[in-house]
């Protein structure tokens, strides 16, 4: 399995709802990444988990919460996003300096 | 603050042309250099990578590397319609962690 699994795909969210983006990975990959990208432009670092814990953040907004349950799984809890906030939001993981990506959360903030 | 550099394009080629995709950075410390495709409305999807100065070959992507003039390159042989895309450069910041930073990417248009 050379996959990064994310749900969902899309996601429209009012300013005051909390959900949920989930990522899985079962390729034995023991740092996992969530990257935000509007659109045309780059992906920007958000989260690195190394070994379940978390190794840096951006200087991420607290509406924004990763998890790390375990070394499969990676959860970004949302929770009173802004407009701005829209964007493809990307889950990644590594080994040996190759970072795949998953396929992608679109989310829209209304 | 580590740089890299891409000019946004568009890029427009002939199919069957040669595209040639560059990228400069800043940090003369970078040991690692990762070419991303990325289509519209996709996640970015690695087509290369290269660790070494000169060439390295995969198919009709070739990626080149001279880190003296902090310059990585990618060329796309035999250019498709199905090779138009943003191509993104990507370089792993030191420091134990896998973190890349990204060119602006270059979108590259091959028409028939």
């Known amino acids: 399995d050379t996959e990064v699994t994310q749900t969902p795909k899309h996601l429209v969210m009012g300013m005051t709802n909390k959900k949920s983006l989930k990522c899985e990975q079962h390729m034995g990959h023991r740092a996992m990444y969530w990257y935000k990208q509007k659109a045309k432009k780059p992906p920007e670092l958000m989260f690195v988990y190394s070994y379940e814990k978390l190794s840096i953040n951006e200087s991420v907004p607290s509406r924004f919460s990763p998890e790390c349950p375990n070394s499969s799984l990676l959860n970004l809890h949302l929770h009173a996003l802004q407009p701005e906030d829209s964007a493809l939001y990307l889950c990644?993981?590594?080994?040996?300096?190759?970072?795949?990506f998953g396929s992608g959360t679109r989310l829209t903030v209304v | 603050q580590k740089e890299v550099e891409q000019n946004s394009g568009p890029l427009s080629v002939p199919e069957g042309a040669i595209a040639s995709l560059n990228c400069t950075y800043s940090d003369r410390g970078s040991q690692s250099f990762f070419w991303y495709r990325q289509y519209s409305g996709k996640s970015p999807e690695l087509i290369m990578f290269i660790y070494s100065n000169g060439d390295k070959e995969d198919g009709r992507f070739t990626a080149q590397l001279n880190k003296a003039s902090q310059y990585v390159s990618l060329l796309i042989r035999d250019s498709q319609p199905s090779d138009s895309a943003t191509y993104l450069c990507a370089v792993p910041i030191s420091g134990g962690y896998n973190k890349l930073i990204f060119g602006a990417g270059t979108r590259l248009a091959v028409h028939p």
């Open positions: 990644a993981s590594s080994q040996l300096m190759i970072t795949t």
